[in-house]
């Protein structure tokens, strides 16, 4: 069983920062190539920055230069840092496979708003 488990999310004023955690269990995490989606109302879910098993990142145009995704294999943790937030970025955030092949989680909510 494939287990991914996403938190940090919250509500957050515009030019703030919030950092997100998924915590994977049933893989073999270290050689595993992950990565953060969002999905905001009425959209398709979008691919937001990807992760290889060697720490080679990789973002979308619109997040660049404030989102940063890293990961700790030791924890089975992949993170993304999220700075300068902006309305546009709210969205529930998952992570998953790069390829986004395993059984998504519940996801956690990030709202950007004054």
């Known amino acids: 069983q494939v287990q991914l488990v996403e938190s940090g999310g919250g509500l957050v004023q515009p030019g703030g920062s919030l950092r997100l955690s998924c915590a994977a269990s049933?893989?073999?995490?270290?050689?595993?190539?992950m990565a953060w989606f969002r999905q905001a109302p009425g959209k398709q879910r979008e691919l937001v920055a990807t992760?290889?098993?060697?720490?080679?990142?990789n973002y979308v145009d619109s997040v660049k230069g404030r989102f940063t995704i890293s990961r700790d294999n030791a924890k089975n943790t992949v993170y993304l840092q999220m700075n300068n937030l902006k309305p546009e970025d709210t969205a529930v955030y998952y992570c998953?496979?790069?390829?986004?092949?395993?059984?998504w989680g519940q996801g956690t909510q990030v709202t950007v708003s004054s």
């Open positions: 049933g893989i073999m995490f270290r050689v595993s190539a």
């Open positions: 998953n496979h790069n390829g986004g092949y395993y059984t």
């Open positions: 992760i290889t098993s060697g720490g080679s990142a």
